[in-house]
């Protein structure tokens, strides 16, 4: 049975950072792509960023170059180092386990089979 836990979200003014974390077991963690998602209320989840197995990165145009994804594969644990917030950047941000990758665009929620429970990122003006 596949388990995930996630943390690191929070309360912060725009401008600062957050790290969250995405630690994942019952599964072979470094045979999977990896994916951030995150969904603001009222709103469909999109796709943030993405990991392939080997470390290759996607991210969504309305994050690059604020938000880092890396993986540490002996700690079965992903990664959103997110910089220069902005209260847009408001939502709940999910991880995800999948076995497709796409450097070339975000990820897309329909390719990820294992989810995180999701925690709270709130960027205040």
């Known amino acids: 049975q596949v388990q995930v836990v996630e943390s690191g979200g929070g309360l912060v003014q725009a401008g600062g950072s957050l790290r969250l974390s995405c630690t994942f077991s019952?599964?072979?963690?470094?045979?999977?792509?990896m994916g951030w998602f995150r969904q603001a209320p009222g709103k469909e989840r999109e796709g943030v960023s993405c990991?392939?197995?080997?470390?290759?990165?996607c991210y969504a145009d309305s994050v690059k170059g604020r938000f880092t994804i890396s993986r540490d594969n002996g700690k079965n644990t992903l990664y959103l180092q997110m910089n220069s917030l902005k209260p847009e950047d408001t939502a709940m941000y999910y991880c995800?386990?999948?076995?497709?990758?796409?450097?070339?665009?975000?990820?897309?929620?329909?390719?990820?089979?294992?989810w995180g429970q999701g925690t709270q990122v709130t960027v205040s003006s």
């Open positions: 019952g599964l072979t963690f470094d045979d999977y792509a």
């Open positions: 995800a386990a999948g076995i497709y990758f796409n450097a070339y665009r975000a990820p897309r929620r329909d390719e990820y089979n294992y």
């Open positions: 990991i392939s197995w080997s470390g290759d990165t």
